[in-house]
């Protein structure tokens, strides 16, 4: 029941609502490492607001350059920040509703 995620709403912390409300983060700045051998550029970033990690594998070879390994991305969350377990961590999208309409005051 998708007001059931009220609760989970009001704990949690301030900082981590826009980031899951919007379903977006502020990545400013990033850090590479270069795999040479395996041609791969890995991208590290970590959002500003919440302090989420994503990490994307890029590739180097001369037909996909720049192209992003989809399968390689790994996100990983702080503490608090993903949803009950009920839905393996994520939102579906009518709790998102609840969500997005507490974050107005509703
Ligand atoms: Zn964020």
């Not at 990545?27 to 890995?42: A, C, G, P, R, T």
């Not at 594998?57 to 009920?86: C, E, N, V, W």
């Amino acid at each position: 029941m998708a007001r059931t995620v009220r609760p989970f709403f009001a704990a949690l912390p301030a900082e981590y609502r826009e980031c899951r409300v919007t379903m977006r983060h502020r990545y400013d700045s990033h850090n590479v490492i270069e795999h040479k051998k395996d041609k791969e550029l890995e991208v590290i970033e970590v959002c500003s607001v919440c302090g989420a990690q994503r990490t994307q594998i890029l590739d180097l070879r001369d037909r996909f350059y720049g192209q992003i390994k989809p399968s390689r991305t790994r996100m990983r969350h702080p503490q608090g920040y993903l949803a009950p377990a009920h839905s393996g961590g994520w939102m579906t999208v009518e709790e998102r509703g609840v969500l997005r309409m507490a974050r107005l005051g509703y």
